[in-house]
């Protein structure tokens, strides 16, 4: 078993279709399964064998997709690990891992330079932008390496959002049933075209035999993007699939409705990473006229777990959500059994559901459990499960609040309030005051204003006092900004806004 088998597939019934597109550049699935063959070589030839870990620091390019695929077909274990995660987790990450190659951009030769503790093992060391020029005199023929279904195939480190940044231990046959199960979700086949706009998630579509223009994005600056050249790219290709952050197409989106722009070849938008407001679909209705929104739910360690698409919650869930209900993340996915356990904690089983966090027994044993002999995956979110099997999100474990025995819900608070025209965001946190976890909301205005009028503070207390499960809440606190994560550049980080309440003491709205 080896997910190359994937794209060998593409190449043997599609030599001739472009599979990539990057910078001006293109190359057809044979050219590219060849290119993939040379690497592959090229790395043995380097002392790259089965099982070596690999550390892959390569933007999004041709030669991401080119190592990734030439280092499963070695056997090889690529370690995907964030760069947005900052040097210092960065630095432990790979110490944890002790990876024995390195195929990097320049700059990051740099880095291993002074931090040469942490990169000390790693012997081999490849510049990605001369990968392909080097592996030109190779064969194009390589004899793949056929892994046991359980062995391991990739290491993906979590964001560390809520927490330690973890190496999530995935599998071919993992890969494999993942790219089924999406190729199923959106009924994808090789006449679409994809616009990637997180590179991992166009491994998937490369897979299915999709033609994939890579965006000319750069993922730790998401917020400096030019929704005016997306949208232009994404019309003249034609493109009827695309995936990212929702932080993209909330800037694409206003960029369209400012200027009247639709979208008419896209029959997919697929958002995910945080939960996406009811206005982004609503907006989105309006731009993709022959598609529609998709919120795929699923985490590092599973994925995917369910999907529901913007018009069915436009016309099922909207009001349920902006009432407090929490926000609908669908029904699960084929073959994926997702559970409730402890009252509230949502989890997860099926060939999806990874089975452990790389030399990390204590996260693993933390995060796994057993129902009736299967083993299941904690979330880390909390939740519900309707009479309908669809699944309601309420946010991160560790984000409830804890007044007592009471248990308050982040997600069904926060949206009530963002309601609000004034408020861009808000987040439900429970700083420690004078002894006691004091439930609190901290506010992020549209103006971006850092003292709260009156008539607003008057419009929350009637928000809050119309809701039984926002009566908790005791004060408002304003932030100009609130601090996001890395990776998607859009989920909340309460843990440091709860910091900034206890220690800063700023100014407490009643």
Known sequence: MNTASLLETQAELLPNKTALVCDGEQVTFKQLDDTINRCANYFVKQGITQQ????????????????????????????FIDPGMGVKRLRRAVQEVSPQAMICVPRVRVLAAVFRKEFKGVGIRIDCTKLRAQAQSESTTFEKYEAPADQMAAILF??????????????HKIFMTQTKLLQEMFALTSDDVDFPCFSLFGFFTLAMGLTSYIPPLNPTKLAQLDP?????????????????????????????????????????????????????????????????????????????????????ILENTAEMTLGGAGTCIGTACNSIDVRIANEDEIVVAGDVVTKEYYQDEEATHASKLYIDGTLFHKVGDVGTIDEQNRIWFWGRKNHVVMRGEEKIYPIPCETVFTRHAAIKRAALVGPCIDGKVVPSLVLELHDGSTALPDTLLKDLREIRDSYQ???????????????????????????????WAEEENPRAYC
């Open 52 to 79: 070596s870990k690999v550390l892959l620091f390569v933007p999004p390019s041709i030669e991401l997709s080119v190592a990734t695929f030439a280092l499963f077909k070695v056997g090889a274990v690529p370690v």
């Open 158 to 171: 979590t964001s560390g959002g809520t927490g330690k940044p973890k190496g999530v231990v995935y599998t």
């Open 228 to 312: 005016a050249e997306l949208v232009t790219l994404m019309n003249q290709h034609k493109v009827t699939f695309a995936a990212g952050s929702p932080t993209i197409w909330m800037k694409v989106a206003d960029y369209c409705l400012k200027h009247n722009i639709q979208i008419p070849t896209l029959r997919s938008l697929v958002m995910f990473g945080a939960p996406v407001r009811i206005a982004m679909h609503e907006k989105w209705q309006k731009i993709i006229p022959n598609g529609t929104t998709y919120t795929p739910y699923g985490a590092t360690e599973a994925l995917p777990i369910s999907n529901i698409s913007g018009d069915y």
């Open 469 to 499: 499960h926002t009566k908790p809440i005791e004060r408002f606190y304003l932030k100009e900004t609130f601090p996001v994560d890395a990776r998607h550049n859009i989920k909340i980080d309460r843990t440091a806004l709860r910091i």
